[in-house]
């Protein structure tokens, strides 16, 4: 069965700096017309940093939507037309002062589907030399490295929450770690 629905009308109600709000009307499969909220977003890149030791590099934000302080890999969104790789070599400097000798896709992560077309890619750092931090005027972060095993246990015990970092390192598990029957 098709289950693909086809854009009738688009109007934008919200233009922002880093998000737009559309109300499109949509002709659904099965005829009726139907109404999608969505989220146009710019894409980002996360960044698994991981050094010679076995540590990887996360970095406490204070995130507004949640009011709290958020635990989550290096990651921000590319300039333009940037490629998501040149984001991740910017961004994992920016924000941890740390250059990578070697850059792998892990994959892609698409936050929310339901409202959102964020794309994040997600970025695999090794062979990583220090170099000079140089956060945004708008970013307030601290950075440290903790080992893996231990960011694994953060996790299983829920004190990571955010999604991209939940999904970077586990897709680093799948691909790198995970011995699969």
Do not use: W
């Amino acid at each position: 069965m098709n289950k693909e629905e086809k854009k009738i009308s688009s109007e934008e109600i919200y233009h922002g700096k880093i998000l737009n709000l559309v109300v499109d009307k949509v002709l659904l499969p099965n005829g009726h017309i139907s109404t999608r909220e969505v989220v146009r977003h710019c894409k980002a890149s996360a960044i698994l940093a991981i050094d010679e030791n076995d540590n990887i590099i996360l970095e406490d934000q204070f995130r507004y939507p949640y009011n709290a302080i958020i635990k989550e890999v290096p990651a921000g969104k590319c300039d333009a037309d940037e490629d998501p790789k040149d984001t991740a070599r910017r961004e994992l400097e920016e924000e941890t002062g740390y250059q990578a000798k070697e850059l792998v896709e892990l994959g892609v992560y698409y936050p929310s589907v339901a409202y959102t077309d964020e794309i994040i890619y997600l970025y695999l750092a090794t062979g990583l030399t220090k170099s000079k931090q140089h956060l945004d005027e708008d970013e307030a972060l601290d950075y440290y490295k903790v080992p893996f095993s231990t960011a694994v246990d953060m996790v299983k015990k829920g004190q990571i929450k955010d999604g991209k970092t939940i999904a970077i390192i586990c897709q680093y598990l799948i691909k790198y770690r995970a011995k699969i029957l």
